[in-house]
């Protein structure tokens, strides 16, 4: 089993990987799909289905389908010209793209919300289709949007096709136990083994190029946040505070008065600031979701800000060993909140932190398996019920509390000699068996939880 550290994180738009990004990326595969086939085509349609119908129009689900099947993508997204674009649809009903025929669209009856048809494979399902001159549908495929930006096809996904197909990678490990196991033989750290893995893929300089590109987007993501206020888009009101608890913390730094737990407060602001950007539709890097965008860049943040002897020469060593937690997490439960809750996404962002911190300061392979439990176990059945269907309430918060969770389990972690009661394994496996016994209303949907007690919501 190979992810890449650039599979699991994508510089992306928000609001969301499986609902903006996952739904973006589907439209160009099956552009692809049309380019290939020998049809004539003259119009295309689409259909969400489950929790893209649910909370699709929060989360701007219908805008990334409709710009897709225009030809955008999320790493060259650029805001102004598809404004322009989806306005130019809008009052034409046509689609131009570059390699087919103008292609008919009505945005007000082509892009369907089907909440009442919900796909087999996942709960992030959808339906494109190209029809002919005369209006039948002569070539159709499913998507489903699996989390974090992954994106497969019906078949796909009958076949486990998120599974790797590359040359072998030197340590292929497919658990935590072997993770561990491999360490010990080779004498290696996991981020040492997870580099190995990729410069066999993807060379030394692409490593070192793509990992400073991604820490530079998150970093300019929390900057972007700290200095911008006013008011989050979707009807909601919510306020950005980021920006405010920022500027009320530089202006304390220095008073001797100050509360220890203030620091809390850094780490929740550098979340914070990542999930403002991310709801308002920002550049953000998922990670593993942009939900969970802002768990990540927090705890490196805190880290090179305020622990004593941080390096930015460690960055690579945290994205790595981050990554390595998450491909056990993906390949073994979920990574999607609307497959398994927030425990997916927050927890497996928590966890991947936690594992990269005590990497960074100083942690032994068995150290860095436990603080990656220690994060994931005290996230275990959190549910995903986004008010409104934004992600907003509560995820906003959410993330500031998930990097200070992470900041906790590594330190806990590294107080210890790496010996602990529950295996990695097994709380990632408690994560899957959770995730499907959970009601369909916490998964995602907005029809439970927060999203229905929230006094005029
Ligand atoms: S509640 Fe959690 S899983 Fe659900 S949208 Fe928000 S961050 Fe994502």
Known sequence: MFLSVFDMFKVGIGPSSSHTMGPMVAAARFLDMMRASPFHFAGLRASLHGSLAFTGVG????????????????????????EAVLKQIAETHMIEVEGLPPLRFDPKADMVFDYDTKLAGHANGMLLMARDAQGDVVLRETFYSVGGGFVMTEAEL?????????????????????????????????????RANEISRGGEVNLREGS????????????????????????????RRAKGIYDALLAERGQNQR???????????????????????????????NGAAGVMPATLRYYLDHVPGASESHIEDFLLTAAAIG??????????????GCQAEVGSAAAMS??????????????????AEIALEHHLGMTCDPVRGLVQVPCIERNGLGAIKAVSAASLALRGDGTHLVPLDACIETMRQTGADMSEKYKETSLGGLAVNVPNC
């Open 354 to 371: 936690a594992a990269g911190l005590c990497a960074v300061m100083g942690g032994t392979p068995e150290q860095i398996e436990n603080a």
């Open 259 to 289: 509360a220890p737990h203030t620091i809390n407060d850094w780490m929740s602001v550098y979340a914070m600031a990542v999930n403002e950007e991310n709801a308002a539709g920002g550049q953000v890097v998922t990670a593993p979701t």
């Open 59 to 82: 989360h701007a689900t219908d805008r990334a389908t409709i710009l897709g099947l225009a030809g955008f993508t999320p790493r060259d997204y650029d805001h102004e010209r598809a």
């Open 327 to 340: 491909g056990l997490v993906k390949f073994n439960a979920s990574i999607s909140g609307a497959e398994a």
């Open 158 to 194: 009958a076949a486990g096709k998120d599974t790797d197909e590359g040359a072998p990678v030197p340590y292929p490990f497919k658990s935590a136990a072997e993770m561990l196991e491999m360490a010990k033989a080779s004498g290696k750290s996991i981020a040492a083994m997870k």
């Open 212 to 239: 400073r590109k991604l820490w530079q987007v998150m970093n300019d993501c929390i900057d972007r946040g700290l200095t911008t206020d006013g008011i989050l888009p979707g009807g909601l009101s919510v306020k």
